[in-house]
């Protein structure tokens, strides 16, 4: 396992924009698939986005494609969710997960699939 650690989370108004960053330990960064999860209060914890290296597939839920954007920083360790034209029902608490190490040809959009997560960061849209 290793350890991911969230941040950027906040208050914004509807339609405004919003990018997370997950920091990950390590030294093969780069070999993990990572993914962004988010889990409002009363409903399950649900797939965001995934990715695996750079260049690779990457996959979104239905309800944000064309408005977030995952990508990450193999020098930094850093993996990135950038959120535009958000609305109150992004609200939740968002996770990041790595799957270590990863070597297959798609992202990984099962909770189950990941062995790592972060403490979360709270995303708030409200007028």
């Known amino acids: 396992q290793v350890q991911l650690v969230e941040s950027g989370g906040g208050l914004v108004q509807p339609g405004g924009s919003l990018r997370l960053s997950c920091a990950a330990s390590g030294r093969t960064f780069s070999s993990y698939a990572m993914g962004w999860f988010r889990q409002a209060p009363g409903k399950e914890r649900e797939f965001v986005a995934g990715m695996i290296r750079i260049g690779g597939r990457t996959g979104y839920a239905d309800s944000v494609k064309g408005r977030f954007t995952i990508s990450r920083d193999n020098a930094k360790n850093t993996l990135y969710l950038q959120m535009s034209s958000l609305t109150v029902e992004d609200t939740a608490v968002y996770y990041c997960?790595?799957?270590?190490?990863?070597?297959?040809?798609?992202?990984?959009?099962?909770?189950?699939?990941?062995?790592?997560w972060g403490q979360g960061t709270l995303v708030t849209v409200s007028p």
């Open positions: 997960a790595a799957k270590v190490p990863y070597y297959g040809s798609s992202y990984l959009a099962s909770p189950s699939q990941y062995d790592s």
